[in-house]
T-cell receptor, first 112, second 114 residues
Framework: QKEVEQNSGPLSVPEGAIASLNCTYS??????FFWYRQYSGKSPELIMS????GDKEDGRFTAQLNKASQYVSLLIRDSQPSDSVTYLC????????????FGDGTTLTVKP | DTEVTQTPKHLVMGMTNKKSLKCEQH?????MYWYKQKAKKPPELMFV???????INESVPSRFSPECPNSSLLNLHLHALQPEDSALYLC?????????????FGDGTRLSIL
C-alpha cells in the first residue's frame, strides 16, 4: 500500500462544475496536509495547507480533512479550463523530520 | 515567478562532467530541500538541510553532493552521473524543518545526461 494514494485520473469535469480530488494516507500519525498544483514542466505550486479536521476555504478552493478516515480532499468550485493541471497531495508528520510524502498526482481536465 | 530561484534552468552534461546546480531563497527560511522528479511521477526527496546542516540524506548515491554555504544558498554538485539521473531537480524551502511547514518550490533545473 502506498503511503499517499490519489486517483491518477484523468478526472474530467465540465466548465463551471465542482471538481473533487481525493487523497488517502496510511500513516495515522500524519499531521500536515498540502495540496499543490503542477503545470507540465513546472514546479509544484502550493494551493492549500490544512492541519485540523474540517473544511478550509480559500477562494474557489476548499480543502477537507478527516483524520479518522485518513483522507483529505480538494474541491474546486466553478472549475475553469485553466484549472486543467496535475494536483499533488502531500502529507507530513512532524516527528518524521519534516518529510512530506507526495501522492502520484491527479490530472484534472476541465472541458469548456 | 517563484521566491526560490534555481539556476541553470536547463543543463546537458556528459557522464564524465562535473557541474553544479544552484538554489537561492531570500525568505529567511531555515530549511532547504533537494528533490528529483521524473516525468509523470511525484517529487522524490533527496536531501534536507536545516540551519545549514545536512539533516536528511535519502540514501542518495555519492555522485550527488549537496552543499549549503549559507542560509540562503543550496548547491547540488554533480559528478559522473548516469543517464537514469536525467530528471527535473527541484529545490524547495520552508520556514523550519518539520512543524508542518509548507514547502515553496523553485522552477527546477531540467537535467539531461548524455
Amino acid at each position: 500500500q502506498k503511503e499517499v494514494e490519489q486517483n491518477s485520473g484523468p478526472l474530467s469535469v465540465p466548465e463551471g462544475a465542482i471538481a473533487s480530488l481525493n487523497c488517502t494516507y496510511s500513516d495515522r500519525g500524519s499531521q500536515s496536509f498540502f495540496w499543490y498544483r503542477q503545470y507540465s514542466g513546472k514546479s509544484p505550486e502550493l494551493i492549500m495547507s490544512i492541519y485540523s479536521n474540517g473544511d478550509k476555504e480559500d477562494g474557489r478552493f476548499t480543502a477537507q480533512l478527516n483524520k479518522a478516515s485518513q483522507y483529505v480532499s480538494l474541491l474546486i468550485r466553478d472549475s475553469q479550463p485553466s484549472d486543467s493541471v496535475t494536483y499533488l497531495c502531500a502529507v507530513g508528520r512532524d516527528t518524521n523530520a519534516g518529510k512530506s510524502t507526495f501522492g502520484d498526482g491527479t490530472t484534472l481536465t476541465v472541458k469548456p | 515567478d517563484t521566491e526560490v530561484t534555481q539556476t541553470p534552468k536547463h543543463l546537458v552534461m556528459g557522464m564524465t562532467n562535473k557541474k553544479s546546480l544552484k538554489c537561492e531563497q531570500h525568505m529567511g527560511h531555515r530549511a532547504m530541500y533537494w528533490y528529483k522528479q521524473k516525468a509523470k511521477k511525484p517529487p522524490e526527496l533527496m536531501f534536507v538541510y536545516s540551519y545549514e546542516k545536512l539533516s536528511i540524506n535519502e540514501s542518495v548515491p555519492s555522485r550527488f553532493s549537496p552543499e549549503c554555504p549559507n542560509s540562503s544558498l543550496l548547491n547540488l554538485h554533480l559528478h559522473a552521473l548516469q543517464p537514469e539521473d536525467s530528471a527535473l531537480y527541484l529545490c524547495a524551502s520552508s520556514q523550519e524543518q518539520g512543524l508542518g511547514q509548507p514547502q515553496h518550490f523553485g522552477d527546477g533545473t531540467r537535467l539531461s545526461i548524455l
